[in-house]
């Protein structure tokens, strides 16, 4: 099966510093991977996607990240981290199912953000 | 309208107790999800509809049982459940009929449901 593993539970940075969060993938096939955001007491939204059609990916809210199929990672990353960022990020992937069953999203165990003035 | 729409955002409930949960969304998506969160914790699947029909059910207890009226609703019935279930309950939505596997899931805010 297919999974993601996202290394530090914790990052924080200083406002106007980078922000990377780490993702690694498992997969012996081309992925289909994402990164979500959750902001306290909220469900999840959309950063971005991989769709293959570009190794870098630009996302909402400045963030971007890039795929490197050598290193099987997916790093989020935004060059200054802005108060607002602060919440929880997952990066997620989506199984390839075959015929006509939906692909599992399968989530990371998230990244909490903490941004400092 | 780009929303998914989840009601209540919050319940309490005794564990002989019998309540549902709601979920709307009017894009017009033919797949819809249900998740449960743990604190602190990535969102597990439960289940997933697509077409109205019931495609995967994550070996998900009993006493939770979903249900799909029509394409825009998702409701999901709880009976007799225990403390250990109390969790955020994230309904989601995607467009795809069929396999698309890059398709986003648009989630809800979520039921925040605690078992006394």
């Known amino acids: 099966a297919q999974s993601v593993t996202q290394l530090g539970s914790h990052v924080s940075v200083s406002e106007g510093a980078l922000v990377l969060l780490r993702c690694n993938y498992s997969s012996s096939v081309p992925p289909y991977l994402f990164w979500y955001v959750q902001y306290p007491n909220q469900g999840l939204q959309l950063l971005l996607k991989y769709t293959s059609a570009a190794t870098l990916v630009k996302g909402i809210n400045g963030f971007e990240a890039e795929f490197k199929k050598s290193e099987t990672s997916f790093h989020l990353t935004k060059p200054s981290a802005h108060m607002s960022d602060a919440a929880e990020y997952f990066c997620?992937?989506?199984?390839?199912?075959?015929?006509?069953?939906?692909?599992?999203?399968?989530f990371g165990q998230g990244t909490i953000l903490t941004v400092h003035p | 309208d780009t929303e998914v729409t989840q009601t209540p955002k919050h319940l309490v409930m005794g564990m002989t107790n019998k309540k549902s949960l709601k979920c709307e969304q009017h894009m017009g998506h033919r797949a819809m999800y249900w998740y449960k969160q743990k604190a602190k914790k990535p969102p597990e699947l439960m289940f997933v509809y697509s077409y109205e029909k019931l495609s995967i059910n994550e070996s998900v207890p009993s006493r939770f049982s979903p249900e799909c009226p029509n394409s825009s609703l998702l409701n999901l019935h709880l009976h007799a459940l225990q403390p250990e279930d109390s969790a955020l309950y994230l309904c989601?939505?995607?467009?795809?009929?069929?396999?698309?596997?890059?398709?986003?899931?648009?989630f809800g805010s979520g039921t925040q449901l605690s078992v006394l």
């Open positions: 989601a939505s995607s467009q795809e009929g069929t396999v698309t596997t890059n398709e986003k899931l648009f």
């Open positions: 997620a992937v989506r199984q390839y199912a075959g015929g006509t069953s939906y692909g599992k999203l399968t």
